[in-house]
Structures are given as structure tokens and as C-alpha cells.
């Protein structure tokens, strides 16, 4: 018997490092035409299930598939421009779509607890939906500007701009006297953006963000920035994974040299590799670890966690980190059961936020190059 499980533990040994040359992709964005193809699907589709399952499962996912898709869109509308307006097609739905949803039900997009206290800033607006429909129009014009969404995205930026503002230390809420690292670097992201579609400069208001951010919310331990504070600054929760990957990577418009510092501190913190995988945590490794609806379950020992993982492709994919990306994939290759039918490629482990992010990820890039002001532009009627 001692030989038998000696054997198994030698065959163990030798089998379980090769797992990741059945999972490992070629290339990791050989995946984007699949899962773009569904994206399309469920962007142009009104009564998609899917959608609808989204939106009873958590508000807020909804939106944020949304974003991500119209992001991912905008990017392939500048990586495949002999496929333009096929893809800027996909972006015009999910905008037009979310604009006639907010209108007929303002807190559409928001968890309950909503209505359980009353905003600070007296305007009373989510810093949440703002940001996130901001940042979905400074995108579709920063590819081609239209004139039917103009006036949209001034409106809206300006309303983002004045929660900033009127928030103590520019800190602005998502909820009352809650607020988000998450959608305060979405909504800063939308600035840079926007102003490269209108020449207008939010640069001085983008820089003293940065600062009170170094200066209130940056962890003594970590040195990666809290998740959520109250508008008065006070920390709620500290560096969470789910927050960090993806404000890391709007800080890049913001201040890339900050930018950069938080990711290489997430992945020294947070990331896992062994074998040719990768996972990432949601809590450094000094902190106890909780289950919240965001970030989903932790697995023991390892320290992976689903929310973290997802998206710390897109931070993987925005700095440049290839060895993480292609680690993050096998892994989602081997655990997250993809599945393809004939209206594309989802993963059956996930849903359509955790596509839409791994899409958005896999065609990153055009989108945030062209942040610099433009020079005479068109729009186009």
C-alpha cells in the first residue's frame, strides 16, 4: 500500500505541473472575436435573458457590463477600422439603452440601500452612474464624435466634475456618504477622456484628486489605496483587488506614475502563480479575508478570489504584464468552463459582467492612446 500511494503522489507530482499546456492559450487574444461575438448578441438585444438575469442578480453588474462592453466596442472600433460602425453600432445601443433606462427609473442601476440614508452632497446624485455613463460617452466620441451625444457628454461631466468638487476632499459618492475608489478613478478616467473630445481641462481638478488621494486614502501597511470612504473621507473599507486592478488602471489617464506604483504594489500584494497559472486575492494578505456580493467567496490556502481575478486581467493587459495575462487566462481556461455555441463564447463559471470585463481586457489599448487633446476634429451629423 506504501508503494501504491507512493506512486501516486510520483504520478501527482509529475501530471499536475502539466495541467497548464492543456489550458495555456497561444496567445490570449485569440479569445476576443468569440466573446465579442455574444457581446454583440446581448448589447443589441433588448430582452436578452441574460441581461435580464443580470439586472435581478445586481444592479450595479448591469451597468458595469454595460461599461465595459461599450469600452471593449470602442476599443475594436479603433483596432478594426474596416469594422467601424459595426462596432460603434454595439456602443450607440448600450448608451441609447442605458439613458432610456435611467430616465424612466433613476435608481435603476443602484442596490437598495440607496434609499436607506440621504446623500451629503445636497445635488444627490451617484457618483456611480455618472461616472460610468460618462465614461461610455467620452469614449464613443473620442473614437468619432457625434453631435446627437455632444451635448449628453458635457452634461454629464459636468455633473461628475461638481460631486468631485463639492465633496470635502474630493471624494465623491456612489451612495449616501459612501463612496468608491472604483468609481471615483472611472470618473476621472471620463474627464481625461472627455477632454480630449471637447478640449476642455479637467487636468488641475484630476491633480488634486491624486493628492488628497495619496494623502487620506492611501494604506500605512500597503501603501494601495482603501476601497470606499465616507464623503468626509474617513475609510470604510481598505485595498480591495477588484477596486485596485481596475482604478489602477483608469489612474493611467490620471497620473501614470501613481498609476503604475498601485499596480506593481496589487501585484506584490495580491497575485498567485504556480505552474503556469494565476489568480489574484481580494484582500492583502495581512487582511482578514470576508465574503461580500462584489468579490465573491475566497479559496483557502491560495488566496484566490473570483472578483479579483477578473479583473486583474485588465490591469495585467493595461500595464503590459503578459506573463500575468497569459497565467490569468489558463486559469480561467481550467476553472471557469468555457463553453461556445453558435452566438459565441461565454464562460459558464462566470456571467456576462466577468465576459464583458475578459473582452474589454483582451482589446484594451487604442482607446486610452488617444487621451491627448485633438486637433480638429469633425463631427460628424
Not at 443589441?44 to 442578480?57: A, G, I, T, V
Not at 488634486?208 to 489605496?225: E, F, I, K
Not at 490569468?328 to 463559471?349: H, K, Q, W
Request: aromatic share 8%; net charge negative.
Amino acid at each position: 500500500m506504501r508503494r501504491d500511494v507512493l506512486c501516486i503522489l510520483l504520478a501527482a507530482a509529475v501530471w499536475v505541473p502539466t495541467l497548464q499546456f492543456w489550458f495555456r492559450p497561444t496567445q490570449p487574444r485569440e479569445l476576443a472575436p468569440a466573446l465579442a461575438a455574444r457581446q454583440r448578441e446581448l448589447a443589441l438585444r433588448d430582452d436578452h435573458p441574460e441581461s435580464e438575469r443580470m439586472r435581478r442578480l445586481n444592479p450595479e453588474w448591469d451597468l458595469m457590463t454595460r461599461t465595459f462592453s461599450a469600452l471593449a466596442f470602442a476599443n475594436l472600433a479603433l483596432r478594426e477600422p474596416e469594422r467601424k460602425a459595426a462596432h460603434l453600432e454595439v456602443v450607440d445601443a448600450l448608451i441609447a439603452r442605458t439613458l432610456l433606462d435611467e430616465q424612466a427609473r433613476g435608481d435603476v442601476f443602484l442596490l437598495p440601500y440607496v434609499h436607506a440614508g440621504v446623500f451629503q452632497d445636497p445635488v444627490g446624485r451617484s457618483l456611480f452612474v455618472d461616472g460610468e455613463l460618462a465614461l461610455m460617452l467620452a469614449a464613443r466620441q473620442r473614437v468619432e464624435p457625434v453631435a446627437r451625444w455632444a451635448p449628453l457628454l458635457r452634461e454629464r461631466v459636468d455633473r461628475v466634475a461638481g460631486q468631485l468638487e463639492r465633496a470635502p476632499l474630493l471624494l465623491a459618492e456612489s451612495y449616501p456618504d459612501e463612496g468608491w475608489t472604483f468609481c471615483n478613478t472611472v470618473a476621472l478616467a471620463a474627464l481625461a477622456l472627455s477632454d480630449a473630445v471637447d478640449g476642455r481641462d479637467h487636468g488641475e481638478l484630476r491633480r488634486r484628486w491624486v493628492a488628497s488621494a495619496r494623502a487620506n486614502l492611501v494604506d500605512a501597511g500597503t501603501g494601495l489605496l482603501a476601497s470606499s470612504f465616507t464623503w468626509r473621507g474617513r475609510v470604510l473599507d481598505g485595498p480591495e483587488g477588484s477596486t485596485l486592478w481596475l482604478s489602477a488602471h483608469m489612474l493611467q489617464l490620471v497620473d501614470a506614475d501613481f498609476a503604475r506604483e498601485q499596480y506593481q504594489r496589487a501585484r506584490a500584494e495580491l497575485v498567485g502563480e504556480l505552474w503556469g497559472f494565476a489568480w489574484a486575492g481580494e484582500w492583502p494578505r495581512s487582511t482578514a479575508a470576508r465574503v461580500d456580493i462584489d468579490s465573491g467567496p475566497t479559496i483557502p490556502l491560495v488566496n484566490a478570489n473570483a472578483g479579483s481575478s477578473g479583473l486583474a486581467l485588465v490591469g495585467a493587459a493595461a500595464f503590459g504584464d503578459e506573463a500575468l495575462l497569459k497565467g490569468l487566462v489558463t486559469s480561467l481556461r481550467f476553472a471557469a468552463f468555457p463553453s461556445r455555441d453558435d452566438s459565441g463564447l461565454r464562460f459558464a463559471a462566470g456571467n456576462a459582467l466577468a465576459d464583458a470585463v475578459l473582452l474589454y481586457s483582451l482589446v484594451q489599448g487604442p482607446l486610452w492612446t488617444l487621451a491627448a487633446p485633438p486637433r480638429g476634429l469633425e463631427v460628424r451629423q
